[in-house]
């Protein structure tokens, strides 16, 4: 096999792979060639080759394809090795304590935010549906509004032009001009919320954490069942989580936050 075709190989292998993780439910052969314009026994050998090293993994009774527990393990190392999770996490924990309710930390990847960091709540009898390594669009979430909301307009832009916006929840703002006002918002107030935009049920407050030139590659956020996440408790929790996000840009070396 020419060099060539190999890297052609790798370069389908990728795309596969990256095909599986965004799917929910799994994928058959037919619909990866159909989607990938593969041939499906290139399909059928590619999928293989990462169900041995435990990449993919397929249902014996449905025939689907889904994203193995092997990219989860491979993850962690990643998040592990994330300096920025070090330096957060002493602050993280404090925020845990002070307000009690779920704690997170979530880091760019073009047009979303994906999850590095969690600290659960000690009160809360719903468990939070976010989990390190979960992946989600800027557009729709008050860490991703919050990271855009100290980035230029034209960069806030690209990502909206670059996402495919629908509506994840009947709250989801998918109006560019309403959009564009929940980043304004977001850049006079110094935090952004998620009012129930990606998780029906769950609210949440989330302020950036940015880097030396003020611009935010990360974000910090405080997320709760909506019925115990009023407005009031949005004020009461404003301090301590924009607090929390300037020890943190401190930390990395970035410049305070409001």
Same mark, same amino acid.
């Given at each position: 096999?020419?060099?060539?075709?190999?890297?052609?190989?790798?370069?389908?292998?990728?795309?596969?792979?990256?095909?599986?993780?965004?799917?929910r439910g799994?994928?058959?052969?037919?619909?990866?060639?159909?989607?990938?314009?593969l041939?499906k026994?290139?399909?059928?050998?590619?999928?293989?080759?990462?169900?041995?090293?435990?990449?993919?993994?397929?249902?014996?009774?449905?025939?689907?394809?889904?994203?193995?527990m092997?990219?989860? =393990?491979?993850?962690? $190392?990643i998040?592990? *090795?994330?300096?920025?999770?070090?330096r957060?996490?002493?602050?993280?924990?404090?925020?845990?304590?002070?307000?009690?309710?779920?704690?997170?930390?979530?880091?760019?990847?073009e047009?979303?935010?994906?999850?590095?960091?969690?600290? &659960?709540?000690?009160?809360?009898?719903?468990?939070?549906?976010?989990?390190i390594?979960?992946r989600?669009?800027?557009?729709?979430?008050?860490v991703g509004?919050?990271?855009?909301?100290?980035?230029?307009?034209s960069?806030?832009? =690209?990502?909206w032009?670059?996402? &495919?916006? $629908?509506?994840?929840?009947?709250? /989801?703002? /998918?109006?560019?001009?309403?959009?564009?006002?929940?980043?304004?918002?977001?850049?006079q107030l110094? $935090?952004?919320?998620? *009012?129930?935009? *990606?998780?029906?049920?769950?609210?949440?407050?989330?302020?950036?954490?940015? &880097?030396?030139?003020g611009?935010?590659? $990360?974000?910090?956020?405080?997320?709760?069942?909506?019925?115990?996440?009023?407005? =009031?408790?949005?004020?009461?929790?404003?301090?301590?989580?924009?607090?929390?996000?300037r &020890?943190?840009?401190?930390?990395?070396?970035?410049v305070?936050?409001r």
């Amino acid at each position: 096999m020419t060099e060539h075709s190999s890297v052609q190989s790798l370069d389908r292998a990728f795309d596969l792979l990256e095909i599986l993780c965004r799917s929910r439910g799994g994928m058959s052969i037919g619909a990866l060639s159909a989607e990938t314009g593969l041939h499906k026994s290139t399909v059928h050998r590619l999928l293989a080759s990462m169900c041995t090293r435990g990449y993919v993994q397929r249902d014996a009774e449905t025939s689907m394809y889904r994203a193995g527990m092997r990219l989860c =393990e491979m993850s962690s $190392y990643i998040v592990d *090795n994330l300096d920025v999770v070090d330096r957060a996490r002493a602050v993280m924990e404090r925020l845990g304590r002070e307000t009690d309710e779920t704690v997170h930390l979530v880091m760019r990847d073009e047009n979303d935010v994906v999850y590095i960091h969690k600290i &659960d709540s000690g009160n809360s009898a719903i468990r939070m549906f976010s989990r390190i390594g979960m992946r989600l669009p800027m557009y729709c979430t008050g860490v991703g509004k919050a990271i855009l909301s100290t980035w230029p307009l034209s960069e806030a832009r =690209e990502v909206w032009e670059g996402s &495919d916006v $629908y509506s994840w929840t009947e709250n /989801t703002v /998918t109006d560019e001009e309403a959009f564009f006002r929940e980043i304004d918002k977001a850049r006079q107030l110094g $935090y952004a919320l998620d *009012n129930e935009e *990606n998780e029906m049920g769950v609210r949440c407050i989330a302020a950036a954490i940015p &880097d030396y030139r003020g611009h935010a590659f $990360y974000a910090i956020s405080l997320s709760a069942p909506a019925t115990r996440m009023p407005d =009031e408790r949005i004020i009461q929790l404003r301090g301590p989580l924009l607090c929390a996000s300037r &020890d943190i840009a401190q930390a990395l070396g970035g410049v305070p936050g409001r």
